[in-house]
């Protein structure tokens, strides 16, 4: 599939089908009803904007009493570098103390965007804290840290699809595509 240029001009090649992302969705929503079963003080915190749509599926599949709120943190700019700088641009609505709190990322790369918001809500004192992250790029890992669990462990390549940028476009693809740069 050809897209219109940023700057250079790219194509973006299916990777990880929209029936894949759901069979997986569904059963990490499995294991995490069966991890949090009896709690009835579970809050999902989705970290913008990469993981709405993960989120959106992520949830209906827990079948529990559960909770919404984000957070939106930033570490990239329009490129397809990251920065170690992360800043929170906008907070919880809601308290987490005492909570059952499970993080919902989108991508771990570097690990930095991870690891300044585990220590964020580590220190709000959440009964406990756990991190789903649809995708894992661990050869990118710049810092120690490891999500409780992971939809798909990938090599590194820039994806964009469900839910995730490139530029802030392509969020709206139902699949996880590669972007490539031809010669
Ligand atoms: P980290 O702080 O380097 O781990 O970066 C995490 C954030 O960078 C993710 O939440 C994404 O928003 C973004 N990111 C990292 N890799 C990719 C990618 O391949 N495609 C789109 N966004 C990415
Ligand atoms: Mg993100």
């Given amino acids: 599939m050809t897209q ?18 759901a069979a997986r969705v569904e059963a990490l929503g499995a294991e995490i009803t069966a991890h949090y079963k009896g709690s009835d003080r579970l809050v999902v915190v989705g970290l913008l904007r990469g993981s709405f749509m993960f989120v959106a599926d992520l949830m209906r599949e827990i079948d529990l009493p559960v909770e919404v709120d984000f957070l939106e943190a930033s570490s990239y700019g329009n490129a397809t570098h990251s920065s170690k700088e992360v800043r929170i641009l906008k907070d919880l609505r809601g308290e987490i103390a005492g909570r059952d709190v499970l993080v919902v990322e989108d991508i771990v790369d570097s690990g930095f965007t991870l690891s ?55 969020r709206n693809l139902p699949f996880i595509g590669k972007v490539r740069f031809p010669e």
């Avoid at 299916?14 to 992302?21: M, P």
């Avoid at 004192?125 to 992971?150: F, G, H």
């Fill in 4 to 21: 219109t240029p940023a700057e250079r001009p790219y194509v973006i090649d299916q990777f990880i089908s929209a029936k894949a992302i």
């Fill in 116 to 170: 300044h918001v585990r220590r964020l809500l580590e220190s709000r004192n959440p009964a406990r804290l756990e991190v789903c992250a649809l995708l894992d790029k661990p050869s990118r890992r710049e810092i120690e840290v490891q999500a409780t669990w992971t939809g798909f462990t990938i090599p590194d390549e820039f994806v964009v699809g469900y839910g995730l940028d490139y530029a802030q476009r392509h």
